[in-house]
C-alpha cells in the first residue's frame, strides 16, 4: 500500500479535536502542505486553529530527508509552541510514525504521531506531547488532501 501523505507534494486539511490535561477537548481545524525537493528533501508546513476559542494558532515547520526506498528519515522541526525540536519518522504498511524531542528542554518535552492511512485521499492523525513521563496534550484529527 503506497502512502501519499508526505511521500507526496500535495494540500490537505485537518479537522478534529484537541485535549488537555484537566480539560475539555475543543475543535482544531488546520491546513497542511507538503513539498518536495529533487534532492529527496520534504518541506511541511502546518497551521492549527481553534475556533469559537481564544487560544493561539500552533505552526510547525518540518524540513527532513528521505533517500528513495527507505522507510526511514529524519526530520527539524520548529514548533511554535515547544520550539526547536529534532524527530524520526518510519514509514510503516499502514501507517506513518513520527517521534520528535524538544531540543535543550529541562521540562523534557516529547511528542509522537501516527498516520494511519484510510485511503489515498484521508489519513487518521493521533498524537500527543509529553512532558517527562507525562501526557500534556492529544490530538485526533482526519487529513484529508485537496484535489488541485
Not at 513539498?35 to 481564544?54: E, H, I, N, Q, Y
Not at 529541562?106 to 487518521?124: A, C, H, I, P, V
Given at each position: 500500500?503506497?502512502?501519499?501523505?508526505?511521500?507526496?507534494?500535495?494540500?490537505?486539511?485537518?479537522?478534529?479535536?484537541?485535549?488537555?490535561?484537566?480539560?475539555?477537548?475543543?475543535?482544531?481545524?488546520?491546513?497542511?502542505?507538503?513539498?518536495?525537493?529533487?534532492?529527496?528533501?520534504?518541506?511541511?508546513?502546518?497551521?492549527?486553529?481553534?475556533?469559537?476559542?481564544?487560544?493561539?494558532?500552533?505552526?510547525?515547520?518540518?524540513?527532513?530527508?528521505?533517500?528513495?526506498?527507505?522507510?526511514?528519515?529524519?526530520?527539524?522541526?520548529?514548533?511554535?509552541?515547544?520550539?526547536?525540536?529534532?524527530?524520526?519518522?518510519?514509514?510503516?504498511?499502514?501507517?506513518?510514525v513520527?517521534?520528535?524531542w524538544?531540543?535543550?528542554?529541562?521540562?523534557?518535552?516529547?511528542?509522537?504521531?501516527?498516520?494511519?492511512?484510510?485511503?489515498d485521499?484521508?489519513?487518521?492523525?493521533?498524537?500527543?506531547?509529553?512532558?517527562?513521563?507525562?501526557?500534556?496534550?492529544?490530538?485526533?484529527?482526519?487529513?484529508?488532501?485537496?484535489?488541485?
Amino acid at each position: 500500500m503506497a502512502h501519499t501523505f508526505l511521500m507526496e507534494a500535495g494540500r490537505w486539511s485537518l479537522q478534529g479535536n484537541w485535549l488537555e490535561r484537566n480539560g475539555m477537548p475543543v475543535t482544531v481545524i488546520g491546513k497542511t502542505l507538503v513539498g518536495w525537493s529533487r534532492d529527496d528533501w520534504f518541506t511541511m508546513v502546518t497551521k492549527l486553529a481553534f475556533p469559537g476559542t481564544d487560544r493561539e494558532e500552533i505552526s510547525f515547520q518540518y524540513r527532513g530527508r528521505l533517500d528513495a526506498g527507505e522507510r526511514q528519515y529524519t526530520f527539524v522541526l520548529q514548533h511554535s509552541l515547544l520550539g526547536r525540536v529534532e524527530g524520526e519518522g518510519w514509514v510503516a504498511q499502514e501507517s506513518i510514525v513520527q517521534r520528535y524531542w524538544v531540543l535543550g528542554d529541562r521540562q523534557r518535552r516529547s511528542g509522537f504521531e501516527t498516520l494511519y492511512r484510510m485511503d489515498d485521499n484521508k489519513y487518521y492523525l493521533s498524537s500527543g506531547i509529553m512532558a517527562g513521563h507525562y501526557l500534556t496534550s492529544t490530538m485526533e484529527a482526519t487529513l484529508e488532501r485537496h484535489s488541485d
